[in-house]
């Protein structure tokens, strides 16, 4: 059996007078830089969302849909907040206890964000069909601004109008980053920023809607807002469990299995001495790990250069391939082996 990292082949980190290494660590000089990338823009994100939130709730009143934005927005902190704190627990180095790593905490951040953004999703979408039930009309005033009196609906649609826009242009940025990091996190907050146009549509048009008399259209707003939160919830949620529970590996955007396991396979079966091969992956955030079960041909028995040939070769088909273990065996064992889905 063959066990590693991708690096050991460096003399520093050869097995035997290696240091414990971190996932970060791991990583090649491109990811360190898309990874100091994406800091800055969450850091970027909070001082926008922060600032946002602010004037959010300062011109909210009794709005529904304005209420809904300004914890949509409070929401949009958390995401940033917990990659942060998960970017800070992946370069702690494995140890007895934790001989994984720590690059779970990238899922562990995942699913925070998910539950606060149900959960958060989930009232807004109740107390505003409570508003619809109980008919309740949310008064938008005046307020004087340079000693004019003007409506306060104005203020709250350039507020809309003009926060908007900054989440849409870093969520962008983000999405970019977190393909090349395989971060669900930053896949997460790149829809919530992605989204917030929506909800910038729909809490203009419900503040229009009190403006003319459609009292129910605040609260209608609010619902669709409501709305779009409950489904990015559920749909982060899911996928941060699936993580979690070590289901198969798939993409960052979790739209197909993982290629790189039928890689990893085909890596295997290549060998001339490996009669069948089946790996199983499992994504620790950024990074997987790899046990890659391999039947020699019948008579014939791996040496340790061939194991160790075959664990080099499978490591160093991608940076994600961070901790890679080559398990030997007469016969692939079906309660624990099955080959890629894309193999079928």
């Known amino acids: 059996m063959g066990r590693g990292d991708r690096s050991w082949s460096s003399g520093a980190n050869r097995p035997g007078n ?24 969450e850091w970027i994100t909070i001082a926008w969302m922060g600032s946002t939130v602010v004037l959010v709730g300062i011109v909210a009143g009794q709005s529904q849909a304005m209420r809904a934005a300004w914890a ?16 800070r627990f992946i370069r702690r180095p494995r140890s007895r206890g934790h001989p994984y790593g720590h690059h779970r905490a990238i899922g562990v951040a995942h699913l925070v964000a998910a539950l ?53 242009v870093l969520g962008r940025m983000k999405r970019k980053l977190a393909e090349d990091l395989h971060d669900k996190v930053l896949i997460a907050d790149g829809d919530m920023g992605s989204a917030d146009w929506k909800t910038a549509v729909a809490t203009v048009v419900g503040v229009l809607g009190i403006g003319i008399g459609w009292w129910w259209a605040d609260s209608v707003a609010a619902i669709i807002v409501s709305i779009s939160i409950v489904k990015d919830g559920v749909h982060n949620l899911w996928s941060a469990i699936a993580g979690l529970t070590d289901t ?13 396991t039928l890689q990893v396979e085909q890596q295997a079966l ?44 499978v490591s160093e088909l991608d940076w994600k391939l961070h901790d890679v273990v080559v398990v030997p065996v007469r016969v692939l064992p079906e309660a624990q082996t099955f080959r890629s889905t894309l193999r079928d």
Request: charged share 15%; net charge negative.
């Open 18 to 41: 290696a240091q414990p290494q971190s996932g970060h660590s791991a990583m090649g000089e491109d990811q360190r830089l898309a990874l100091r990338r994406a800091v800055r823009l």
């Open 72 to 87: 949509e927005d409070a929401l949009s902190l958390l995401p940033p907040i917990a990659f942060l704190v998960a970017t």
């Open 116 to 168: 606060a953004l149900l959960g958060m999703g989930s009232y807004l979408a109740v107390s505003s069909a409570l508003g619809l039930i109980r008919v309740e009309r949310p008064p938008v005033g005046l307020t004087v601004l340079l000693g004019q009196p003007i409506w306060a609906g104005w203020l709250m649609i350039a507020v809309m109008v003009i926060t908007s826009p900054g989440p849409v």
């Open 248 to 260: 198969e590996a798939r993409t960052v955007d979790d739209s197909a299995p993982h290629p790189l």
């Open 270 to 313: 290549a060998e001339p001495w490996v009669a069948d091969a089946a790996a199983r992956m499992r994504d620790l955030g950024h990074l997987f790990h790899v046990e890659l079960f391999v039947a020699p041909h019948p008579g014939a028995w791996p040496t340790a250069d061939q194991l160790d040939a075959l664990h080099q070769a």
